[in-house]
C-alpha cells in the first residue's frame, strides 16, 4: 500500500473511534456532597455570612428557605392538593425551621386569599381546613379577600364570623376592614364599632392595627400608610388620638413599624433600641414594651435566649417584666402545645427575665 494512502485511511480510522469515545463517555463532574442543612439566617431571614445561594438539600428543599421560595412551594401544593396540604406543610416547616415564622403569616394571608379564589368565595369551605397555623394568618388573608370582593362590605363584616365569632375571625376582619377603607383609621374604627361587645371591637382593632403597621410590603396595594410629616411630629402616630378603646392595640403593633423602618434584619440592636423608644409613649408604655417583646420573640424563635436578653436591657423592673410578657404571648401563639411556655422559661439564662417568664406563665416563680 502506498505511504500516502495508508496514513489517510489511519487518520479516518481514529476519528472514528475518537467519536465513538465521546458518545459514550460521561463527562459530567462527580456530584459533590450537598449540604442537607445550613445555620438559619440572622434575624429577617438574611443569608448566613459568607454563603451563596441556598443549595438544595437531599429532599430538593433548600437549606435555608426565603419567604419567596416557601411562598412559591405551599402555593404548588395548595393548586394540586388543597389548602390543607400547604398548611400543614407550613406548620411543619415553621416548627422545624423557628427562623420561617418571621415570613410565615404574610404567606398564610397568600394562601387564604388564593383559596377564596379557589373556591368562588364559599367561605366555609375555604375555612373547613385547619387554619390556626402562623397565629391564623390563612383566616386573615381569607376574610380580606372576601371584603375585597364583597358587594356589602359593611354588611357582611358582621355576617362573616357568625355564628362562632371567634377572635381570629374577627381579628381577621379587622385586616379586612383596612382593605374596604383604604386605610382610614377613622372609617375602620367605625365599622370595628359594629361588632355587639367591646371585647369584638378591642379584637378588630387589632387587626386594623396590626394592618396598618405590618401590612403585606410586597402588595402594592398594602404599603404602610404613615405620614411622615405626623410620624416626625409624633413618633406614635396614630396611637395618641385614638379613643381609649382602641389605643391599647395601636401602641402594642407600633414597633412592628419602628422595627421594619429601621431594618431590624441588618441591625439587630434595633431590638433594644425599640424598648428605649417605648419610654416615650406616654400612656401607652406598657403596651408597647409588650409589642417590642412580641415582635422580638416572633422574628428570633430560632434564638429565643437572646431575644430574651433584648428584655433585659429594660429601663426599670416594669419594662423589663412587660416586654418579658410579650415574649410569652407570641411565643405560646405560635407553639399552642401543652407546656410551650414551660419549655420557653426553661431555656432563658437571665434569672431576672426567667422569672418573669414563668410569672406571665402563671407558673411557679423558679424552675425547683
Same mark, same amino acid.
Given at each position: ?27 459530567a463532574?462527580a456530584? &459533590? ?15 448566613p ?5 441556598a ?20 402555593? &404548588? ?14 406548620? #411543619?416547616?415553621?416548627k ?20 377564596v379564589?379557589r373556591y368562588?368565595?364559599?367561605?366555609q ?12 394568618? !390563612?383566616l ?10 364583597s ?9 362573616l364570623?357568625a ?10 376582619v ?7 377603607? #383604604? ?24 387587626g ?28 406614635f ?13 395601636? !401602641?402594642?403593633?407600633?414597633?412592628t413599624f ?29 403596651d ?23 428584655c ?8 423589663r417584666?412587660d ?6 404571648s ?6 399552642t ?32
Amino acid at each position: 500500500m502506498q505511504p500516502r494512502l495508508f496514513a489517510i485511511i489511519t487518520a479516518v480510522l481514529l476519528g472514528a473511534l475518537g467519536l465513538g469515545a465521546v458518545a459514550v463517555t460521561d463527562w459530567a463532574p462527580a456530584s &459533590s456532597p450537598v449540604a442537607s442543612s445550613a445555620a438559619p439566617p440572622a434575624a429577617g431571614g438574611a443569608q448566613p455570612s459568607g454563603s451563596g445561594s441556598a443549595q438544595p438539600s437531599s429532599t430538593a428543599d433548600p437549606a435555608v428557605w426565603t419567604r419567596s421560595t416557601l411562598r412559591n412551594k405551599l402555593m &404548588s401544593e395548595m393548586e394540586k392538593a388543597d389548602p390543607g396540604v400547604a398548611l400543614a406543610d407550613l406548620d #411543619k416547616t415553621t416548627k422545624e425551621k423557628p427562623y420561617t415564622v418571621r415570613f410565615c403569616h404574610p404567606i398564610a394571608h397568600e394562601l387564604g386569599h388564593a383559596a377564596v379564589q379557589r373556591y368562588k368565595q364559599d367561605f366555609q369551605k375555604v375555612i373547613s381546613f385547619p387554619h390556626e397555623t402562623c397565629a391564623a394568618g !390563612y383566616l386573615h388573608g381569607a376574610v380580606e379577600e372576601m371584603l375585597a370582593n364583597s358587594k356589602d362590605p359593611q354588611g357582611d363584616i358582621l355576617k362573616l364570623c357568625a355564628p362562632a365569632n371567634k377572635g381570629p375571625c374577627i381579628h381577621g376582619v379587622g385586616h379586612g376592614i383596612m382593605f374596604v377603607t #383604604k386605610q382610614d383609621i377613622p372609617q375602620a374604627r367605625e365599622l370595628c364599632k359594629k361588632f355587639p361587645t367591646q371585647h369584638q371591637q378591642i379584637t378588630c382593632s387589632e387587626g386594623v392595627f396590626m394592618q396598618l403597621f405590618a401590612p403585606d410590603e410586597e402588595d402594592e396595594k398594602a404599603k404602610a400608610n404613615l405620614p411622615a410629616d405626623k410620624l416626625a411630629a409624633d413618633p406614635f402616630y396614630p396611637c395618641s388620638e385614638q379613643p381609649s378603646l382602641f389605643q391599647s392595640a395601636c !401602641y402594642f403593633y407600633a414597633p412592628t413599624f419602628y422595627l421594619s423602618s429601621h431594618d431590624y434584619a441588618n441591625h439587630p440592636e434595633v431590638f433594644a433600641e425599640a424598648l428605649k423608644w417605648c419610654q416615650g409613649a406616654g400612656g401607652g408604655r406598657t403596651d408597647c414594651a409588650h409589642g417590642v417583646g412580641s415582635r422580638t420573640m416572633k422574628y428570633n424563635l430560632d434564638r429565643v435566649d437572646w431575644a430574651a436578653q433584648q428584655c433585659a436591657t429594660g429601663k426599670d423592673a416594669t419594662q423589663r417584666k412587660d416586654c418579658t410578657a410579650g415574649l410569652v404571648s407570641y411565643y405560646t401563639v405560635n407553639y399552642t402545645e401543652s407546656g410551650a411556655a414551660a419549655r420557653l422559661c426553661s431555656q432563658l439564662t437571665n434569672k431576672e427575665i426567667q422569672g418573669y417568664c414563668r410569672n406571665s406563665a402563671g407558673l411557679a416563680s423558679t424552675l425547683d
